[in-house]
């Protein structure tokens, strides 16, 4: 069954233009969707591995190629952290078999760079389902300087694993870039993970429901939650393609 999305971009004779859909959809770019970047003041900004892409993206502007090397510093970044972990968290007999070497040489090792990198204030990582991950805050990041860099692909991977109860909207996001591409059976993959937090949940889960009615108290869920320009101009032209009142 088809959802309302698709009945909508039929009606436009968008389908074959996928270029155009996501402005269709939001009044805009859906890159400026992203929910949760850090503030200029969040500490998870002056952390040391992270400081030169924050650094970047706050110099970037508009220009898609720096925030693409932005995007580039980020990824290093957590790929190094991620790699750390790796090395410290070894399990004890992969290497040397000694558990009480483990206890005695790396304990306080482990110790050390859980309060550094997952504990501390502005720490950039987290303990998610399958090990260690960015914070949600690190995550947008990511997400945001892919998208408005031009590798949309990279975004939307960024939310398909973001797994948490607290990052629907990052999910939230792949599933309207996966719309605004004419993906919409990878989109409605999403629909469930969704949750209804902030702005971007409901927003796209308007689009991915086949129930009208549904589609419609989402919709004016998201009206309600309206924080930003890019929101208030998403929300109306989601109003018009809903044909309810903006």
């Known amino acids: 069954m088809h959802g ?25 770019d859906p890159c400026a969707l992203v929910e949760g970047v850090p503030g200029a003041k969040d500490p998870l900004r002056a952390g040391a591995k992270l400081r030169a892409g924050f650094g970047a993206l706050a110099k970037a502007g508009a220009d898609a190629k720096a925030l693409l090397a932005a995007h580039r510093k980020l990824s290093r970044a957590l ?7 790796e090395r ?8 040397d078999g000694d558990g009480a070497r483990w ?11 859980l309060g550094r990198w997952v504990m501390a204030v502005g720490a950039p990582l987290r303990i998610g389902e ?5 914070v949600p805050g690190l995550r947008a990041a990511l997400m945001l300087t892919a998208c408005r860099g031009g590798d949309r692909e990279a975004a939307i ?17 792949a599933a309207l870039l996966l719309l605004a591409e004419g993906r919409e059976g990878e989109a409605r993959e999403l629909r469930d993970t969704l949750g209804d937090r902030g702005f971007l949940a409901p927003f796209v889960g308007a689009y991915l429901t086949d129930d009208a009615e549904l589609s419609r108290r989402l919709s004016a869920t998201a009206k309600r939650r309206v924080t930003t320009p890019a929101q208030e101009d998403a929300a109306r032209a989601q109003a018009l393609r809903l044909g309810v009142a903006p």
């Open 130 to 134: 399958l090990g260690f991950e960015p």
């Open 88 to 95: 410290v968290f070894r399990v004890a007999g992969g290497g």
């Open 4 to 28: 309302i999305a698709t009945a909508l971009l039929i009606a436009m004779g968008a389908l074959g233009a996928p270029a155009e859909l996501g402005p269709a959809l939001v009044g805009g």
């Open 157 to 173: 991977r960024w939310g398909r694993r973001a797994r948490a109860e607290d990052e629907g909207h990052a999910r939230a996001l």
């Open 103 to 113: 206890q005695d040489g790396r304990r306080k090792k482990a110790k050390a760079w």
């Open 79 to 85: 790929a190094t952290l991620l790699g750390e972990s």
